[in-house]
C-alpha cells in the first residue's frame, strides 16, 4: 500500500487558502442594544484550518467553535460549526465580490430553509457579520443577527 502523499507547503499558501485570513485575530463583537461577545480565530494544523472560538456571555448564553477549511478540489470553503446549545451546521461557500458567504440547507420549524453566513464592510481592524434566513431558495433573505467586529 502507497502512502499518501503530504500535500505542498506551497498549496497550504495560496492565494485561496489564504482568503478568509481578514477573520484571524482576536475580536470583540456587538450587536443590538448593547450586546456584546468576544471572538478568537487562528490558524492550525499547519495553517490549513482555521478555529473559532466564540463566547456570548454574558450578553448571550451561547459559546460554539467552528473548523474552517479550503477545499481546493472543490474549490470552496468548508466549515462545521457546534455549540453549547447542541447545534451542528455545515457550511460551504466562498469569496464573491469582496464578501466572504458560506451557506446551509436545513430544515426549521418543519419546513426547509436556507442559512447563510456573510462576513462583509471588511477593513483592517472591523468587519461585519450577518446569520440570514431564506425560505425561497435564496432569492430573498432575512436578517436573523447582525454583528460587528472589532480587532482587539
Not at 8 to 37: K, M, N, P, V
Not at 65 to 85: E, F, I, R
Request: proline share 3%; charged share 25%.
Amino acid at each position: 500500500m502507497e502512502a499518501a502523499q503530504a500535500p505542498s507547503r506551497e498549496a497550504a499558501g495560496s492565494s485561496e487558502q489564504r482568503q478568509f485570513d481578514f477573520w484571524l485575530g482576536e475580536w470583540d463583537l456587538s450587536w443590538g442594544d448593547g450586546a456584546t461577545a468576544a471572538n478568537s480565530i487562528y490558524h492550525d494544523f499547519d495553517g490549513r484550518v482555521i478555529v473559532e472560538s466564540f463566547d456570548g456571555r454574558p450578553s448571550l448564553e451561547l459559546q460554539g467553535t467552528s473548523l474552517t477549511t479550503y477545499d481546493p478540489v472543490a474549490g470552496t470553503w468548508k466549515q462545521t460549526w457546534v455549540d453549547n446549545q447542541g447545534s451542528h451546521y455545515e457550511f460551504v461557500g466562498g469569496l464573491r465580490a469582496g464578501e466572504m458567504e458560506l451557506r446551509t440547507e436545513t430544515e426549521l420549524l418543519g419546513r426547509p430553509a436556507l442559512l447563510r453566513m456573510r462576513w462583509f464592510n471588511i477593513s483592517g481592524d472591523t468587519l461585519d457579520w450577518a446569520w440570514e434566513r431564506s425560505d425561497d431558495g435564496g432569492r430573498s433573505w432575512t436578517p436573523l443577527w447582525e454583528v460587528a467586529y472589532s480587532r482587539v
